[in-house]
């Protein structure tokens, strides 16, 4: 079981308040990213102006009323003839045409009885809804890969740290020997003034060691709460293990394909606006005119209702919509191409990732082999040492050899991990 920096700094027992955190359990994490409920929260932002298309197909009634008093009443020119026979050829009257006081109240309607691009618009709303979601899968596949990596950070650095705690204190036991030797005679005095720069060399690897590890462990807690952790209970191998489950989603193609029909609609919705729109108002109500404030007085109140069907053709449409028809053409021309292009790079990436993926794992059994192997010569070279039949130099370099095997592992499986997730 790999430690995390927490269990380390805790000085309370493991068993005492053990709680450890495995791989699977870090995915349960996703949904306090912030980013994350952002995307959820644009695609909910997507699917209410769906459904406030689909509620624009309800008539839309209101109540309209109005109360105006005329400071000056309007006045316009009327022949004089049209009220009296008798008045001269040509001669004119003023004629007031309405009142000091003048209001309105009724019921109207406005309803939408055919929209040429009103299917079209509901589609397109439905692609933004599905581009809303695949851009929130996409943000979760990125976070579980960030989140991923920073687990094994934490596990790589830890075995790190655990490497140069033991070497640091097996070096000690070496620095004990020399000085032995040296106050007995037996070592000269840069041999061991070597050993002794050779373990501060191994302090100062322990505590970078340290930093390394603290800052895997920072860079975790960005995903994640390890407030209630002491361990981490994946090993590299079940990391790995775990991800080889995983299916990664193609975002990019699934987001071009979207677009492409997209860019399809707006032509069609070009096409379409050139149609006539049918719209039907109708109105129930009455007006009031007087000269004298007195909305009770009944015989001032006159009638007022219609029912009105009104057809709009976009002539000017016939003779502007030419180039933008040539432009939305080419929109799709070129979102037919991206699709075509990202799908050709698909098809080679994941070739390209299975032969990585082979030489990656390959790479991690042969390094492991090597750090076996170094191990081994570094084991016995301590023994031949300890029993004075080797010199300080050569069981350094074993040492060396064995750190820079052992470093070569971790990094080779932190890469294939990282591959894995791509």
């Known amino acids: ?120 618009d509901k589609k397109e709303r439905q692609l933004a809804v599905r581009q809303a979601e695949i851009q929130a899968a996409q943000t979760a596949q990125d976070w579980r890969r960030d989140a991923t990596l920073a687990y094994a950070s934490v596990v790589l650095a830890t075995q ?87 299916q990664n989603e193609k975002h990019t193609l699934q987001s ?42 009944g015989d001032a109140w006159f009638g007022n209702s219609f029912v009105n069907l009104a057809f709009r053709i976009p002539l000017s449409a016939y003779l502007t919509a030419k180039p933008t028809l040539r432009k939305a053409a080419l929109q799709y021309a070129l979102s037919t191409k991206q699709l075509e292009e990202e799908r050709n790079h698909d098809r080679i990436d994941d070739q390209q990732k299975r032969v990585r993926v082979r030489a990656a794992q390959q790479k991690v059994d042969a390094l492991k082999r090597i750090a076996f192997l170094a191990q081994q010569t570094k084991t016995d070279q301590e023994a031949a040492y300890l029993a004075g039949r080797l010199l300080l130099s050569d069981y350094n370099q074993s040492v060396a050899a064995y750190h820079q095997a052992q470093q070569e592992v971790w990094q080779a499986e932190y890469d294939l991990i990282a591959l894995l997730m791509d």
């Open 1 to 120: 079981m790999k430690r995390t920096l927490l269990s380390i700094l805790c000085s309370i027992p493991l068993w005492a308040v053990s709680q450890s955190l495995r791989i699977e359990q870090l995915f349960d994490s996703l949904e306090h990213s912030p980013r994350y409920q952002q995307d959820l929260l644009q695609t909910q932002i997507r699917r209410a102006e769906l459904s406030e298309l689909r509620s624009d197909r309800i008539p839309v009634f209101y109540a309209d009323a109005n109360l105006q008093r005329n400071l000056i009443i309007p006045t316009t020119p009327v022949p004089a003839i049209a009220f009296d026979p008798n008045a001269q050829e040509g001669a004119i009257i003023p004629l007031k045409f309405a009142t000091r006081w003048s209001s309105k109240a009724g019921i109207q309607l406005e309803w939408s009885l055919f929209d040429p691009k009103r299917r079209l």
């Open 160 to 246: 790190q740290y655990e490497l140069a705690r033991q070497d640091s204190m097996a070096y000690a036991q070496i620095l004990k020997v020399n000085s032995a030797r040296y106050q007995a005679g037996r070592e000269p005095a840069t041999t061991h003034r070597t050993a002794q720069q050779e373990f501060e060399r191994k302090q100062i690897q322990l505590h970078q060691a340290w930093a390394v590890l603290l800052e895997a462990d920072l860079e975790l807690r960005k995903y994640v709460d390890l407030s209630a952790t002491t361990s981490l209970a994946t090993d590299i191998e079940g990391i790995r293990d775990h991800v080889q489950t995983l």
């Open 256 to 297: 071009l394909s979207i677009d492409q029909q997209i860019a399809a609609l707006q032509q069609q919705g070009l096409r379409r606006q050139l149609l006539p729109s049918v719209t039907l108002n109708a109105y129930l109500g009455e007006q009031y005119y007087d000269n004298q404030f007195r909305l009770t007085h």
